[in-house]
């Protein structure tokens, strides 16, 4: 029986490959298209706030934060996050989710933001955003927005657009 050997670690320039690798596995060439990828398009995600899982040093997990703003909250958008099939079910998704969450909250972020499935995210702390409040550059399924607010106005400031910020 092999034993795991799991470390969480920063993202770094070394992991580029793997990590675009482990995204175009999970998400195909469409992912390209949706508007939380037209948001990381504008502008780079922050290192300081993004992950990585290895296996026996293998990069098998990602999970990155670009800086955006909301409405008027200085805000972190969480995604891509994927996982290889080979390690899927395991928690080490829901593991970077956190400790992406808990890093951007010692950053002074406002929010975590992301657009994806409430059944997974939910249980992690996340809650729906107010529907249509706001706008992304591209069609996005209100219902999918969801947000873990770190400051205690942050659902009544999300209202208008989201892009990114530096």
């Known amino acids: 029986m092999h034993k795991h050997d799991l470390v969480y670690l920063t993202e770094d320039a070394s992991h580029d490959a793997a990590i675009e690798h ?3 596995e999970a998400f195909g060439p469409g992912r390209h298209t949706r508007a939380a990828a037209r948001i990381r398009e504008q502008g780079p995600h922050d290192l300081s706030l993004s992950f990585i899982c290895a296996d026996d040093g293998e990069t098998i997990a990602s999970v ?21 099939p080979s390690h899927k079910g ?3 998704g829901r ?26 995210y939910c ?28 400051a205690e106005d942050a659902h009544i400031r999300l209202k208008g657009t989201i892009g990114w910020r530096k």
């Open 22 to 24: 482990i995204n175009e």
């Open 64 to 84: 990155r934060m670009t800086p955006v703003l909301a409405g008027s909250v200085n805000a972190h958008l969480l995604g891509p996050l994927a996982v290889r």
């Open 90 to 92: 395991r928690g080490i």
């Open 95 to 120: 593991e970077l989710v956190r400790i992406a969450i808990d890093a951007a909250r010692r950053k002074g972020s406002e929010a975590v933001i992301l657009i994806g499935d409430p059944p997974y």
């Open 123 to 150: 249980p992690l702390g996340f809650e729906r955003v107010a529907h249509n409040a706001l706008a992304f550059p591209g069609p996005v399924d209100p219902a999918r927005v969801l947000v873990v607010p770190l």
